[in-house]
């Protein structure tokens, strides 16, 4: 009996939502942002007589990005990047609210040319502030200055160094919201130590890093659509940008793993040197007063998407032995190769299979240069628990968070050869050497009426527990989301 094993993703109808956003040329989010502020009595003389308010954390244009709307409520004084409110002889209790309506799009500024690294004489003189340290960068400590070091040796591509600072970040810090993170901002050197934070504190990590490898980096504060199990959607979040030579500031999201272009589910508020830049300011003329203020409230809601971003790689997968044994290793392989004529970086994951074991990552990037190809290779393994009297066709899929995906398949029965890791090992070394070719064949899925024929003869009297209602809604979603 031929069991067909099972792809284990994320959620799938949380997937496609966020595959809405990740893909669509724009999104247009209607945004409100709001704030509660009580002015409190110090003494018997209390008595305000002016209250200002200086906001800096709102939606503004920037080369991604387009206000179609905004309103305020009082009526705002826009002055550069904030937004000023006056309140004469105000009320105890009184409420800041802005609402806007943004159009961010898919786009990104590309790299075309190789930027050489070190990159210090090229700078302008008013980039020094985005080299320095602040509380929360500091970067002069000696374990940052080390790895900084460390990730930019012998390599002079600028791209390149920035791709390495990020993935060594987003692999070594976990994402971790704990009493220490919840409400205040470690520094760096704290998270290089605990390996743990959240978006602050890794994106001020890698902002560390960079700017101790004497590459300019700021920080940006916005909100991002990230739809979640408690069904929130958009969130206060922190990601960073990155300054390249004749090409500007470039995004690097490095808690979601978007290097040189975010999706369009970021909206931008503010950049600046640390991320502990308060939001806003006030201040009072009167006596006896003092002032507190909530948290600021968001509420976003995607109003239209519009087009889909075209693809910039395609993904070719292989895999080394077609028919393997109950615990035999085996070699997958992901030929990835750049559509564009522009640097480009993905982050690549092999996708589990209950009855297969991936040693190492699941992860990795491929960081490519204009029209490059490149192999990744993982090593998995057909776990030696699962049941010897069927016959498993087990499915491998290679995909990237932006929809990208090459599949392919392997067949494991108890009778099929056994392959050591030593073997694939060597299969890895012939396969890089150029003297062991693997046969590819580019999937295309099948039609509905071979889907039915072929589930009929393959899953003759299966265990319920391996055709469950949950796994044939799975395969029809998978089917339609390909």
């Known amino acids: 009996m031929i069991l067909t094993a099972l792809l284990l993703l994320i959620p799938l109808a949380q997937a496609y939502n966020q595959q809405d956003i990740l893909n669509a040329q724009k999104v247009t989010t209607h945004l409100e942002l709001s704030q509660d502020i009580e002015l409190v009595k110090k003494g018997p003389g209390y008595t305000v007589d002016l209250l200002t308010a200086e906001l800096y954390n709102f939606p503004q244009d920037d080369t991604t990005q387009r206000i179609l709307k905004r309103q305020t409520e009082p009526k705002s004084e826009k002055k550069d990047d904030m937004l000023k409110f006056r309140w004469p002889s105000p009320n105890p209790k009184l409420n800041i609210k802005v609402t806007s309506t943004v159009e961010t799009r898919n786009e990104f500024n590309p790299l075309k040319e190789k930027i050489t690294y070190p990159i210090r004489d090229q700078l302008d003189r008013g980039y020094d502030n985005f080299l320095k340290p602040t509380q929360f960068i500091d970067f002069l400590d000696p374990a940052i200055k080390t790895k900084a070091k460390e990730l930019a040796t012998e390599e002079d591509d600028l791209y390149i160094i920035v791709s390495r600072i990020a993935n060594w970040v987003n692999k070594q810090v976990k994402y971790d919201l704990n009493t220490k993170t ?84 970021h909206i931008k508020f503010k950049e600046t040197l640390d991320p502990r830049d308060k939001p806003i300011r006030f201040e009072w003329y009167g006596r006896d007063a003092g002032l507190e203020a909530k948290d600021i409230k968001i509420k976003a809601d995607i109003q239209e998407t519009e087009g889909r971003a075209d693809a ?171």
Not at 341 to 369: C, F, P, Q, R, W
Not at 429 to 446: F, H, L, M, R, S
């Open 182 to 265: 919840e409400k205040a901002t470690q520094t760096a050197s704290w998270v290089m130590q605990n390996k743990q934070g959240v978006c602050d504190e890794i994106t001020g990590l890698f902002i560390a890093l960079l700017r101790a490898a004497d590459i300019p980096a700021r920080f940006v504060s916005g909100i991002s659509y990230t739809p979640t199990i408690e069904g929130e959607k958009w969130g206060s979040h922190g990601w960073a940008e990155v300054f390249y030579p004749e090409r500007g500031w470039v995004p690097y999201d490095i808690t979601f793993g978007q290097y040189g272009r975010i999706d369009p589910g």
């Open 312 to 482: 910039v790689i395609s993904i070719l997968t292989r895999i080394a032995k077609k028919e393997t044994g109950i615990g035999s290793y085996n070699l997958v392989t992901a030929e990835i190769t750049n559509l564009k004529d522009h640097y480009i970086t993905k982050e690549m994951i092999l996708a589990n299979v209950e009855e297969m074991e991936i040693h190492g990552s699941k992860k990795k990037l491929a960081v490519l240069k204009p029209n490059e190809k490149q192999k990744l290779y993982w090593r998995v393994k057909v776990k030696e628990e699962i049941d010897p009297e069927y016959t498993y066709d087990v499915p491998i899929e290679v995909y990237t968070q932006w929809g990208d995906v090459g599949t392919t398949k392997f067949r494991a029965k108890k009778d099929y050869p056994v392959y050591s890791l030593d073997d694939i090992v060597k299969i890895q070394d012939a396969i890089e050497a150029g003297e062991y070719v693997i046969q590819a064949k580019k999937y295309t899925p099948p039609k509905e009426t071979e889907t039915k024929k072929t589930t009929q003869t393959i899953k003759k009297e299966p265990p319920k527990e391996k055709t469950g209602i949950i796994q044939k809604i799975i395969k029809w979603l998978k089917q339609i989301f390909r």
